[in-house]
Structures are given as structure tokens and as C-alpha cells.
Nanobody, 121 residues
């Protein structure tokens, strides 16, 4: 069974930093793109960052210049380094991965259960 497990969330003051981690476990053939979304209760899930297989990255407009996504392929782990945090960054952060499964199970997206990030003013 494939699982994505996030860690690193918590409470931080505005202007501070946090680093989130997301590790993939289970029977897989390959991990393609990995990324992060966030969601405030009652609102849509917002794109935060993406790290592709080819090594390119993409960011949501609200986090560009403050957040950095990175990946350790040997550990099947993606990271989100968050700097200059603002109260509006408060949300549940979800990890997602596009995973190729052993033949003939195909390819699908997986999501973690989320980790809470709270930024106090």
C-alpha cells in the first residue's frame, strides 16, 4: 500500500521559517512529480509548489520568493522550505505525488493526510 506521510508542521511566528517533509512508502515503480497544496477550512485547495521528475519547479504566486521545494530521490522524499511566513500562510499543507505502480497497476496520484501550519501575528 502506497502512503505519503507529511511532517514538520507546527506553530511559528510571522517572519519565521518551517520545513515540511513528505516521504513516500510502499510498493512503487517510480515517483514522477511531487508537490504541495494547502487548504484553509471552507476554502479551495490551493497549489503551493511542484517538483517534476526533470528537476523543474513551479510555485503558486502567493509563495514565490519565500518557499522552496526540493526533493531527495534516494529517500523518496519531497521538502517544502518556508521562509518569511505570514499569518495568511496558515493552512493544512498536503503533499501529493504522481506515482507509477508496478505493472500492470498503472499510474495515479496520491495524497498525504496533511500537516497543520499555523503562523501567528
Amino acid at each position: 500500500q502506497v502512503q505519503l506521510v507529511e511532517s514538520g508542521g507546527g506553530l511559528v511566528q510571522a517572519g519565521g521559517s518551517l520545513t515540511l517533509s513528505c516521504a513516500v512508502s510502499g510498493s512503487i515503480s517510480a515517483i514522477n512529480a511531487m508537490g504541495w497544496y494547502r487548504q484553509i477550512p471552507g476554502k479551495y485547495r490551493e497549489f503551493v509548489a511542484l517538483f517534476t521528475t526533470g528537476g523543474t519547479t513551479d510555485y503558486g504566486d502567493s509563495v514565490k520568493g519565500r518557499f522552496t521545494v526540493s526533493r531527495d530521490n534516494a529517500k523518496n522524499t519531497v521538502y517544502l522550505s518556508m521562509n518569511s511566513l505570514k499569518p495568511e500562510d496558515t493552512a493544512v499543507y498536503y503533499c501529493t505525488a504522481d506515482i507509477s505502480l508496478p505493472f500492470p497497476r498503472g499510474r495515479r496520484d496520491y495524497w498525504g493526510l496533511g500537516t497543520q501550519v499555523t503562523v501567528s501575528s
